[in-house]
């Protein structure tokens, strides 16, 4: 049992009061409850259903938790509630769950992305629980005059042995809520989890399959309008006029004007897109006439200039050049083919690699390349807003609503307090919702308008606006002694408008002559956070090579990558390495013996793949087969090390998600651009997996340990490029080197 201080930092400290109608509430950050009868929620005091707190414990014993972070799918909002509510004590078959606004006065990082939601939460949430458990204990002590010592908790009851009394936590809910809250807790041993550890269903499950209301295009307001976008057809335009006297005119239609997003002086966050801030709003009363007026809107388009943006970033304030003119996919190919022959900024260098090349036995070299990816949410972009003079009200999709917050104020002309965002759930999210441009758009539209309205993307909108995975490229050289001894190892990697290269990753660390270079291009092509950024390439593009090394070597693939581990565990080269090689030899281990690595069915292709990043280790064994001269993933075998599994059940359909997903982004995930316009608006020609694609069967094992929780939404995703790869070239004998790799399967291998 640890014992950790309940002020956990400036803004997040733990709070008690009272209800008004009796009872106690806890707050920092969240809430859940005990779940009552139809009867017994009617007579709640109104004031429990006011979710702004952490734990509310009504003195009818009604316990709230809140989940406070968006949900789009990774399954926050049952998940973090399941640790407040084992610290807390109570029992998960009587908790209900309640969504969270955005309030960050009162939550701490309320955000959902990069894999960091559990592991940020881990602590806050068990304080809080653990506190809120030692104040009722106490309460209980103070009224049966006995040590608090000796009073024990279970399932939302005290229990005092000796005397034999008991009590449910809401008869002393009122008297908790007056006492001082302790300075210290002391959480629980994790052998006795009774939540956390086992799986739970999903909190919003029932309302999922039966269809309620939950996403902001579910939103209907009495006088709510309609309103959609016209962008520039394609990258590099902005609006050069608008004839608007032909749609004005048309059934249903309030008004058709343009609008900017940014205001000329604004001082952008990193979350401000670049993406079109010049656009045309189509306002009317129902969806049907505004898509017909979008439709016959006639406007014209010139191009934009080099623009110079002030943007204040994680690494500070820079001035970043947005380049004007239409750009495309063979001009941004030739660049980057060019620019990877120029010299690179240097980001680590071990050893003399260029001697170890020099005196090398072999020398292999190799060169991977991966196009811009567009998310694809199942629910296109959307939003509610209502904009008055006194206050706005939003309700969309948002990862992170802080980050928006200042472009909505500043857009506005209001201050952040008089603005409400209320967290609808996602259709997805996969990064592109931590951008939220479409709610400025929504809000803009609505205080021009005076009325609430719904605004919304189609498809065709959603795929051709922008914020798409970057495109990359990485060269990799690797140096074998006469022994087959890996000895030199160097990757040079670049993209628009990043590299890719992770420097202090694997197998820096492992190899004594190592050298990491990057490079990147500037482009008006907007990019933004993608599933796992940059991982989603290099880890392909790394593991691809690994496992040609391993071949060049004569070494079984994976005990090639235990070797360098081995080497990296034992006499680590640099102070930098970023991986634990013990944890990450762990799950190749494990991988090994679930998928019977030396027992391959005949009839298999087999191609494996390890990563770590976000924090955790994954490793993959990925079994195709050849189907009517065709490739069939047959299954995939993972493990996973992420620390301690809070809702296992949760944990393997995220992972199995992670999978699909990037099976099918390996063999056809692709955006292009000719002349500035992408190439694909619609599933009919941007190619998604199908259903007849997905593995027969996927395997989700984890590493059993005490480790606190990390990231598990992305990890599992990067390593399947490298697994799909390696396992074509078993089947196929050739090497892919470019995604989607459909581009080099011939015809007769993939009628697809």
């Given at each position: 049992?640890?014992?950790?201080?309940?002020?956990?930092?400036?803004?997040?400290?733990?709070?008690?009061?009272?209800?008004?109608?009796?009872?106690?509430?806890?707050?920092?950050?969240?809430?859940?409850?005990?779940?009552?009868?139809?009867?017994?929620?009617?007579?709640?005091?109104?004031?429990?259903?006011?979710?702004?707190?952490?734990?509310?414990?009504?003195?009818?014993?009604?316990?709230?938790?809140?989940?406070a972070n968006p949900e789009f799918?990774?399954?926050?909002?049952?998940?973090?509630?399941?640790?407040?509510?084992?610290?807390?004590?109570?029992?998960?078959?009587?908790?209900?769950?309640?969504?969270?606004?955005?309030?960050?006065?009162?939550?701490?990082?309320?955000?959902?992305?990069?894999?960091?939601?559990?592991?940020?939460?881990?602590?806050?949430?068990?304080?809080?629980?653990?506190?809120?458990?030692?104040?009722?204990?106490?309460?209980?002590?103070?009224?049966?005059?006995?040590?608090?010592?000796?009073?024990?908790?279970?399932?939302?009851?005290?229990?005092?042995?000796?005397?034999?009394?008991?009590?449910?936590?809401?008869?002393?809910?009122?008297?908790?809520?007056?006492?001082?809250?302790?300075?210290?807790?002391?959480?629980?041993?994790?052998?006795?989890?009774?939540?956390?550890?086992?799986?739970?269903?999903?909190?919003?499950?029932?309302?999922?399959?039966?269809?309620?209301?939950?996403?902001?295009?579910?939103?209907?307001?009495?006088?709510?309008?309609?309103?959609?976008?016209?962008?520039?057809?394609?990258?590099?335009?902005?609006?050069?006029?608008?004839?608007?006297?032909?749609?004005?005119?048309?059934?249903?239609?309030?008004?058709?004007?343009?609008?900017?997003?940014?205001?000329?002086?604004y001082e952008r966050n990193g979350?401000?897109?670049?993406?079109?801030?010049?656009?045309?709003?189509?306002?009317?009363?129902?969806?049907?006439?505004?898509?017909?007026?979008?439709?016959?809107?006639?406007?014209?388009?010139?191009?934009?200039?080099?623009?110079?943006?002030?943007?204040?970033?994680?690494?500070?304030?820079?001035?970043?050049?947005?380049?004007?003119?239409?750009?495309?996919?063979?001009?941004?190919?030739?660049?980057?083919?060019?620019?990877?022959?120029?010299?690179?900024?240097?980001?680590?260098?071990?050893?003399?690699?260029?001697?170890?090349?020099?005196?090398?036995?072999?020398?292999?070299?190799?060169?991977?390349?991966?196009?811009?990816?567009?998310?694809?949410?199942?629910?296109?972009?959307?939003?509610?807003?209502?904009?008055?003079?006194?206050?706005?009200?939003?309700?969309?999709?948002?990862?992170?609503?802080?980050?928006?917050?200042?472009?909505?104020?500043?857009?506005?002309?209001?201050?952040?307090?008089?603005?409400?965002?209320?967290?609808?759930?996602?259709?997805?999210?996969?990064?592109?919702?931590?951008?939220?441009?479409?709610?400025?758009?929504?809000?803009?539209?609505?205080?021009?308008?005076?009325?609430?309205?719904?605004?919304?993307?189609?498809?065709?909108?959603?795929?051709?606006?922008?914020?798409?995975?970057?495109?990359?490229?990485?060269?990799?050289?690797?140096?074998?002694?006469?022994?087959?001894?890996?000895?030199?190892?160097?990757?040079?990697?670049?993209?628009?408008?990043?590299?890719?290269?992770?420097?202090?990753?694997?197998?820096?660390?492992?190899?004594?002559?190592?050298?990491?270079?990057?490079?990147?291009?500037?482009?008006?092509?907007?990019?933004?956070?993608?599933?796992?950024?940059?991982?989603?390439?290099?880890?392909?593009?790394?593991?691809?090579?690994?496992?040609?090394?391993?071949?060049?070597?004569?070494?079984?693939?994976?005990?090639?990558?235990?070797?360098?581990?081995?080497?990296?565990?034992?006499?680590?080269?640099?102070?930098?390495?970023?991986?634990?090689?013990?944890?990450?030899?762990?799950?190749?281990?494990?991988?090994?013996?679930?998928?019977?690595?030396?027992?391959?069915?005949?009839?298999?292709?087999?191609?494996?793949?390890?990563?770590?990043?976000?924090?955790?280790?994954?490793?993959?064994?990925?079994?195709?087969?050849?189907?009517?001269?065709?490739?069939?993933?047959?299954?995939?075998?993972?493990?996973?090390?992420?620390?301690?599994?809070?809702?296992?059940?949760?944990?393997?359909?995220?992972?199995?998600?992670?999978?699909?997903?990037?099976?099918?982004?390996?063999?056809?995930?692709?955006?292009?651009?000719?002349?500035?316009?992408?190439?694909?608006?619609?599933?009919?020609?941007?190619?998604?997996?199908?259903?007849?694609?997905?593995?027969?069967?996927?395997?989700?094992?984890?590493?059993?340990?005490?480790?606190?929780?990390?990231?598990l939404g992305e990890p599992l995703?990067?390593?399947?490029?490298?697994?799909?790869?390696?396992?074509?070239?078993?089947?196929?004998?050739?090497?892919?080197?470019?995604?989607?790799?459909?581009?080099?399967?011939?015809?007769?291998?993939?009628?697809?």
């Amino acid at each position: 049992m640890s014992t950790v201080k309940t002020t956990l930092n400036r803004r997040s400290f733990l709070k008690a009061s009272a209800l008004a109608g009796g009872g106690m509430m806890l707050s920092f950050s969240w809430l859940a409850g005990c779940k009552p009868t139809k009867e017994e929620t009617l007579a709640m005091p109104k004031e429990w259903f006011e979710l702004n707190s952490y734990i509310k414990i009504g003195n009818n014993g009604v316990v709230t938790l809140m989940s406070a972070n968006p949900e789009f799918g990774s399954n926050v909002k049952t998940s973090m509630p399941m640790i407040l509510a084992d610290e807390l004590d109570v029992d998960w078959e009587n908790v209900i769950v309640k969504q969270a606004d955005f309030y960050p006065q009162r939550f701490d990082r309320q955000f959902t992305g990069g894999s960091q939601g559990i592991r940020r939460g881990w602590e806050p949430l068990r304080t809080a629980g653990a506190t809120a458990r030692q104040m009722l204990v106490m309460a209980a002590a103070k009224n049966w005059k006995v040590p608090g010592e000796e009073i024990t908790t279970e399932a939302g009851t005290l229990h005092h042995k000796s005397s034999g009394k008991k009590a449910g936590y809401g008869e002393v809910a009122s008297l908790a809520a007056t006492l001082d809250i302790p300075e210290e807790v002391k959480l629980k041993e994790i052998k006795d989890f009774k939540v956390i550890g086992h799986s739970k269903k999903n909190v919003e499950g029932q309302n999922i399959v039966t269809g309620k209301p939950m996403f902001a295009m579910d939103r209907d307001e009495e006088d709510m309008l309609i309103a959609m976008i016209a962008h520039p057809p394609a990258f590099g335009l902005k609006v050069k006029s608008v004839d608007t006297s032909s749609v004005k005119n048309m059934p249903g239609i309030k008004d058709v004007f343009t609008f900017t997003t940014l205001k000329d002086d604004y001082e952008r966050n990193g979350f401000d897109t670049t993406t079109f801030t010049e656009l045309i709003a189509i306002v009317g009363n129902t969806t049907w006439e505004v898509m017909n007026a979008k439709k016959a809107l006639k406007a014209e388009w010139q191009e934009t200039p080099d623009k110079e943006v002030v943007v204040q970033g994680w690494q500070g304030k820079e001035k970043v050049l947005i380049p004007g003119g239409i750009e495309s996919t063979d001009g941004h190919k030739a660049q980057m083919e060019a620019t990877a022959k120029k010299q690179a900024q240097e980001l680590r260098k071990d050893g003399d690699p260029e001697k170890a090349f020099a005196n090398a036995a072999k020398v292999i070299e190799r060169t991977y390349s991966a196009p811009y990816l567009a998310h694809n949410c199942m629910e296109p972009v959307n939003c509610f807003a209502h904009v008055t003079k006194d206050k706005a009200e939003i309700y969309g999709p948002i990862q992170a609503p802080e980050f928006i917050m200042q472009a909505l104020s500043a857009r506005l002309g209001m201050p952040r307090e008089k603005i409400q965002i209320n967290l609808a759930r996602m259709g997805g999210g996969f990064g592109q919702r931590a951008y939220g441009h479409h709610m400025v758009e929504a809000a803009v539209i609505s205080q021009k308008m005076n009325a609430p309205v719904k605004m919304m993307y189609t498809r065709e909108d959603d795929m051709s606006y922008g914020i798409y995975r970057p495109t990359y490229t990485a060269t990799y050289r690797a140096a074998l002694d006469e022994n087959n001894n890996l000895i030199a190892f160097h990757v040079k990697g670049g993209g628009i408008p990043e590299h890719p290269v992770a420097a202090n990753r694997f197998p820096a660390g492992a190899v004594d002559h190592y050298l990491a270079e990057g490079w990147a291009l500037k482009s008006n092509i907007t990019i933004g956070a993608f599933r796992a950024p940059r991982s989603n390439f290099i880890a392909g593009a790394e593991q691809s090579f690994l496992d040609e090394v391993a071949e060049l070597a004569g070494k079984d693939p994976i005990d090639f990558r235990l070797e360098l581990l081995e080497r990296a565990k034992n006499n680590p080269v640099g102070e930098n390495n970023d991986y634990d090689p013990e944890r990450y030899a762990g799950v190749l281990k494990l991988v090994k013996e679930k998928s019977k690595w030396n027992e391959k069915p005949a009839d298999v292709h087999r191609g494996v793949s390890a990563y770590f990043c976000h924090n955790s280790y994954v490793a993959e064994v990925l079994d195709l087969k050849m189907v009517d001269n065709m490739p069939k993933v047959e299954k995939v075998y993972a493990a996973v090390d992420c620390g301690i599994v809070v809702n296992p059940d949760a944990a393997k359909n995220m992972g199995e998600g992670a999978i699909v997903d990037g099976i099918g982004n390996a063999f056809f995930g692709e955006m292009t651009f000719v002349d500035g316009v992408p190439q694909k608006k619609n599933f009919d020609q941007y190619r998604m997996i199908r259903q007849k694609e997905v593995p027969e069967s996927i395997e989700v094992h984890f590493v059993q340990n005490e480790h606190d929780p990390t990231g598990l939404g992305e990890p599992l995703f990067p390593p399947v490029f490298a697994a799909v790869a390696n396992a074509l070239y078993k089947a196929t004998g050739k090497r892919f080197y470019n995604q989607p790799f459909v581009q080099d399967l011939q015809t007769s291998e993939l009628q697809m």
